[in-house]
DNA sequence: GGAGGGGTACTCGGATAAGAGCTGTCCGAGTATCAATGG
DNA sequence: CCATTGATACTCGGACAGCTCTTATCCGAGTACCCCTCC
């Protein structure tokens, strides 16, 4: 029970492509966090799917946000690669079994079932008061505010 | 990105154990519930690992909770069922790759991790506030209060 | 009648296969750029 | 000198294997009960 790694990649990616001006292609976005290129490809595309990034074709093209960095969350972006399901899936155990009860019975969800939705509830609302831009922000007031701007150069310069 | 099915077997579990007055093998519990009797003895081992639940071997043994229901919470379940390893691991992303930062920097966590443990402890309080107490009083309120005694009836008859 | 010993049946516990999902890779479809050519 | 046209190189997108983890199963180790035997 673990969070797919591509989560942790995807978000950096969108803190990145938050601070620069045109699109970046996958493959240098690969190259800068030396990860691999195929791979994130397909995280990219995850994002794409979920309308989070728009994708250009051709010889300058690339991903490029389609929202403003503040009104992506972090939630959209785990949504987007892991998809909408929830961790907890209820299989209406209490129905089974030599005393189960009967379906018509259940008309309140089972509570355990109901107490984990809550738990997930909680996860999910943390997620989603953090932006990408926050994180950017942060990023920024840690890493230094010129790290984006080398940023920006390696991949103009490219390698 | 799915929580095992097993955690949810577990919780039931230890909700019906929470009722009985003796140890209740697996083999019962299994069939209680109509599931898979040896993979839902996997679980019942977590939980003794876990120390959740004492073992009594022999005839008349089985499974008995080690502390009263109310001082069991689901997070000591999920915890036991599948480990108290995080749902998020940094890989330190921002180290690796051409323009990473050097480790001596990398004092504060990385923001990213930082959000994504937040929102995992947001979680975790939540389970942390239910105990198997709770949900056993939920349970009878719902089903009736007759339900367990039912069960116990049954696990005395046995199939 | 009571105590001891052996057998039996039942329990848990860990070691062992099958399946699904995540991780990683490849090649084809599509498009903007650039250069060459003709007017 | 400018517009058109073709080639080119670069991009994304989905289809294809390898591997780890979850799911499912089995058999051996250990223990309490029960019955039989002996005193």
Same mark, same amino acid.
Do not use: N
């Given at each position: ?11 950096? #990616? ?10 970046? /292609? ?11 290129? $195929?791979?994130?490809?397909?995280q990219m ?17 690339g ?10 969350? @972090? ?15 209820? +299989? ?9 009860? /009967? ?6 969800? #089972?509570? *355990? ?12 609302? $943390?997620?989603? +008061? *953090? $932006? @990408? ?6 990023? $920024?007031?840690?890493?230094? /505010?010129?790290?984006?701007?080398? @940023? ?8």
């Amino acid at each position: 029970m673990k969070l797919s790694g591509g989560v942790e990649w995807a978000i950096h #990616c969108c803190v990145v492509l938050s601070k620069m001006d045109g699109p970046v /292609p996958a493959g240098k976005l690969a190259g800068l966090h030396d990860v691999s290129s $195929s791979y994130l490809a397909k995280q990219m595309q995850a994002l794409s799917r979920g309308g989070l990034v728009r994708s250009l074709q051709g010889h300058a093209g690339g991903y490029v946000l389609t929202r403003p960095a503040d009104e992506i969350s @972090i939630l959209d972006v785990v949504f987007a690669v892991e998809g909408k399901q929830p961790l907890f899936v209820c +299989t209406e155990i209490r129905q089974r079994g030599p005393l189960g009860t /009967p379906p018509e019975e259940c008309l309140a969800p #089972c509570p *355990i079932a109901k107490a984990m939705m809550t738990a997930e509830a909680a996860w999910r609302d $943390s997620l989603s +008061t *953090i $932006s @990408i831009g926050d994180l950017a922000r942060q990023v $920024s007031s840690t890493s230094g /505010p010129e790290a984006f701007q080398s @940023i920006q150069e390696w991949f103009s310069g490219a390698l």
